[in-house]
Structures are given as C-alpha cells and as structure tokens.
C-alpha cells in the first residue's frame, strides 16, 4: 500500500511537472507601470492640485521665538532667539527655488491664481525677513542668521535658483520686495563664485577644480532671467558662455547626455550619468532659451545643444515611461524627481515650437503618466532620490535613499504645467499608438 502511496505521489508530480511546462508562469510585471490610456488636462491639473495643498501646509512661514515658540510681533528690533517657523522644507533652498518657478508656471498655465498667490506670499514674507535678518546679523553677528545662506551665499547652491525664481516673480508683478537680494545674488554669480582658469564655473568638492553639471541650473537660469529684466546682452554672453564651456567637458555626443562630473586634471576620467544632473542641465538651456533674443549669435548652437540633449533624454526613459538613477544603466532604479524634469522639457520644448510634436510627444506624456502615479493622495512626490556629491562610482548612486525628499516637488509641477498646455494644445488618439493633434 505504502509503495502504491509513492508511486502515485510520484506520477502526481511528474504530472505537475508537465503542466508547468505546458503553462509556464507567467512572469510579473514590473513594479512601476504607467498608464497607458486617455490623459486629460484635468489629469494633470489635479495632480499639481495635491502637490499645491501639501506644500501649503508643509512650508508655513514666520518669525517665532525658537525658545518658546510664540510668534514675533515687533519687527523692528531683533531679538537672540528668533528663528523661522519650523517647515518640512527650506524656503530658500535650491529645490525651492524650482517650486516657486513651478509654481508660476502651474499658474500661468492654468489660470488658478491660487499658485502664483502660494510664491506671492512666499516672497513678500522674505522680503520683511530679508530685512530683520540682516539688521539680526548686526545686533547678533556670532548667533546662527536662520538666512544665511540666503542673505549671505556662498556658493550657486546658495542663490541662483532662488535668484532666477525671484527674478520670475519680479518680471510678473507677484513680488516687488527682493530686488535687492536679486541684485546681490547676481552680483555673486558674476563675481564671485569659484571657477576655472578659463572662467567655468567650479567646486573644490570632492576634489579641487570639480564642474558638476547641475550648476548650469544654479547659474544660467538667473543671468538669462536677468539680462531679461535689465536688457544687459553681458548676462546673455555669460549664459552662453557657461553652457558652451560645460557642453564642451560633461556632453557626451555619443550617448547624447551629460556626465555628472568632471574634475580637472583627473585621467582617465571615470563617467556616470546621474539623472538628476542631467535634468537641471537640460532645464538651464530650457530657461536660457526662453528669454535669449534669437538674433544673439549663440541662440543657434544654443537651441541645437537643446535639441540633442532632449533626443538623448528620450532615447534612454525606460519602457515604463521612467528614467532610471543612472540613465545608462537600466538595473538601477526609476527616479522620479528627473522623470518629471525630462517631462517637463521635452512638454516645453514642443509648447515652444523647439521640439516636434510627434516625435516628442509620446515620451513626454508616458513620462508624465509614469510621474502622476508617485504623487500620492496626500500630495507627496514619492520615489525621489536624496541629493548626492559627485562620486566615482556606480554604487555610490544606486545606494542613495529614496523618499519624498524636496527635489520632486517644483520639478513635478513644472511638468504638470506644460502637460496641461500640450493637452489643451494637442489632444491625441488613444487608440493604439500615441498620434498627437495638430
């Protein structure tokens, strides 16, 4: 009987065997799957919605008492124990300054006012702190300034994001008390930031004479902002400048994208492609195009560096419609935070006449769709990559915490902005593949 149990047990088995073979399994799907289906301004609309709500509530602003908490009311004399009112984020910070420029194209874009009001009221509380703060320096000049980066920079990271967005602010009439903080960071920017013999902007970190691509957002986009306002053509020639002396050491024509890094006298020369860095390097030249006056004489290689950066980006998102960590590398993860900077230029990029429609548009709104499912019900952008130093090598990179860090927010709502534009502008098919309107 035992033996007849095993033989049976053992034919079960083989039968089992055969059905898999038969039937394989199917494999599961990846994690990160967009939608492929009908995308509406609304869509749109209401993801920028939820971003709008989170970080209303998560950046409050005010002067309070840091000992005890109450609110400062006499503005006119410092005192010791004044700080900010605590906040998830900085509202000077470099990833801030993009918010607030996300937040004035949300605005523009959709016509709710209730986006421009959030930098409107942003902006004129840091006028009165810009003010308190700098008398605070005098009365306290060995006690922690709450601004001081901000009132004091000392390096791109410190101003020219938040720079070019006051500066957006001041040329659209949300804001009128910063000029003098506009003025200082400019001033900084041309004169006084590090740089390399022939004039590129640099670090000394993590070794001397570094170029991290990523300043070409901490720079261009607020001389380009400022030549506007002004009309000086010398803040348009330092723009080019820049973006021809970084393309020339970090662009990698092959690949079509930017290394990180770039060290001075380092041979051979390691290369790693963060996405992040290449999304605040393809949204520099984005800014410096909005504003450059075509018949400036680098507006042509200006707009052509443009044109193959984007067909680099789109060249390498993902079948899911994300960019990976390492955008060469398709076994690191999906960031978010540079899916939605991608998206957003290569939305812009076809709302500006720079880019076409057909060719680009497909990318544009997989990505968006893949950007919409990490914006969560709260309003939280998910999947985020922490901030990160230059590094040599791939693990450094892959190993970054993932959250709901700062870098998503301002970066998703430009995105939202110009997808709500193309929509409007461009309806599309969904039967089948992606065939945008005309």
Not at 138 to 152: C, I, S
Not at 307 to 325: D, L, P, V
Not at 416 to 432: D, F, I, Q, R, T
Request: net charge negative; glycine share 8%.
């Amino acid at each position: 009987m035992k033996s007849n149990l095993s033989l049976l047990s053992a034919l079960l088995c083989l039968l089992q065997f055969i059905c898999q073979g038969q039937n394989p399994k199917q494999p599961s799907p990846p994690q990160d799957i967009s939608p492929y289906g009908r995308t509406t301004p609304l869509d749109a609309m209401q993801a920028m919605d939820r971003v709008l709500n989170y970080v209303e509530q998560a950046t409050p602003v005010g002067i309070v008492n840091g000992v005890t908490g109450g609110q400062i009311i006499d503005l006119t004399k410092p005192v010791i124990e004044a700080t900010l009112t605590k906040t998830e984020y900085s509202i000077t910070s470099h990833e801030w300054g993009l918010v607030y420029t996300g937040m004035l194209l949300a605005g523009e874009a959709t016509g709710d006012h209730r986006f421009t009001e959030y930098v409107s009221r942003r902006f004129e509380f840091l006028g009165i702190a810009s003010t308190y703060f700098r008398a605070y320096k005098k009365a306290f000049p060995a006690a922690v300034n709450p601004l001081e980066h901000f009132l004091y920079p000392q390096s791109l990271d410190d101003t020219g994001s938040m720079c070019a967005a006051m500066i957006q602010g001041l040329r659209s009439g949300v804001v009128s008390e910063l000029r003098p903080e506009i003025d200082h960071s400019i001033n900084f920017i041309m004169t006084k930031v590090h740089r390399l013999g022939d004039g590129t902007f640099a670090r000394n970190r993590p070794m001397p004479n570094s170029v991290w691509v990523d300043d070409l957002y901490q720079g261009i986009p607020a001389l380009a902002q400022f030549g506007k306002l002004t009309g000086d053509q010398k803040y348009y020639d330092e723009a080019t400048r820049q973006v021809a002396l970084f393309s020339e050491r970090l662009f990698d024509k092959t690949k079509g994208i930017c290394m990180h890094g770039w060290v001075e006298g380092m041979e051979p020369h390691p290369a790693f492609f963060w996405a992040r860095a290449n999304g605040w390097a393809v949204m520099a030249v984005a800014a410096l195009l909005d504003v450059l006056p075509e018949d400036h004489p680098q507006y042509k290689p200006v707009l052509d560096l443009f044109k193959a950066y984007c067909h680099g980006i789109a060249t390498h998102q993902s079948g899911t419609g994300f960019w990976h960590q390492l955008l060469d590398r398709n076994d690191s993860f999906h960031e978010t935070s540079a899916t939605a900077m991608f998206t957003y230029v290569l939305a812009h990029g076809i709302n500006q006449g720079w880019l076409d429609l057909q060719a680009f548009g497909p990318p544009a709104l997989l990505g968006w769709n893949a950007v919409s499912t990490k914006v969560n019900d709260k309003g939280q952008v998910e999947g985020t990559s922490a901030g990160t130093s230059m590094a040599f090598d791939a693990a450094f990179y892959y190993q970054r915490p993932m959250g709901t860090g700062p870098h998503g927010y301002g970066s998703v709502l430009l995105a939202g902005a110009a997808m709500y534009k193309l929509l409007v502008e461009h309806p599309y098919e969904a039967n089948g593949p992606v065939i945008f309107r005309r």
